[in-house]
């Protein structure tokens, strides 16, 4: 009985290594070969490269781009909260509601403590 289950799923994730290995193969086997220093230089949206890839950030931007990551995935959360909200609080219960309150005076209290940390701001 369990491999009844899983025996669709088995053979479409084979199927679908199958044809990206067949395309890579594909590619290998019938793709051009001529490496010219055009080919191999970096395309910046059709503009000449400026400088080195390579550049490096200052310290400033690691903290903003933490804290947007931070803040970001309060919104992967906010979403399936929203879509079961409905069955959350069946029977006039405030369960879900409450619950989404202290996601989010958590995340304000997280925002505050940024704030008044100067990680966040403008200069």
């Known amino acids: 009985m369990l491999a009844e289950m899983y025996l669709p799923a088995v053979v479409?994730?084979?199927v679908g290594v199958g044809v990206a290995l067949l395309f890579l193969l594909g590619a290998v086997l019938?793709?051009?070969?001529?490496?010219?220093?055009?080919?191999?230089?970096?395309?910046?949206?059709?503009?000449?490269?400026?400088?080195?890839?390579?550049?490096?950030?200052?310290v400033k931007f690691y903290p903003v781009a933490i804290l947007f990551l931070v803040f970001?995935?309060?919104?992967a959360f906010i979403y399936p909260w929203a879509v079961r909200f409905k069955s959350l609080s069946e029977g006039g219960s405030?369960?879900?509601f409450i619950e989404?309150?202290?996601?989010?005076?958590?995340?304000?209290?997280?925002?505050?403590?940024?704030?008044r940390k100067r990680a966040i701001g403008w200069e």
């Open 100 to 115: 989404m309150l202290v996601f989010l005076a958590v995340l304000v209290a997280a925002l505050v403590y940024a704030w």
């Open 30 to 58: 019938l793709g051009p070969k001529a490496s010219t220093a055009e080919k191999l230089s970096p395309f910046e949206c059709g503009s000449e490269p400026i400088g080195s890839p390579r550049v490096r950030f200052t």
């Open 72 to 75: 970001d995935i309060e919104a």
């Open 12 to 14: 479409m994730i084979a």
């Open 94 to 96: 405030l369960f879900g």
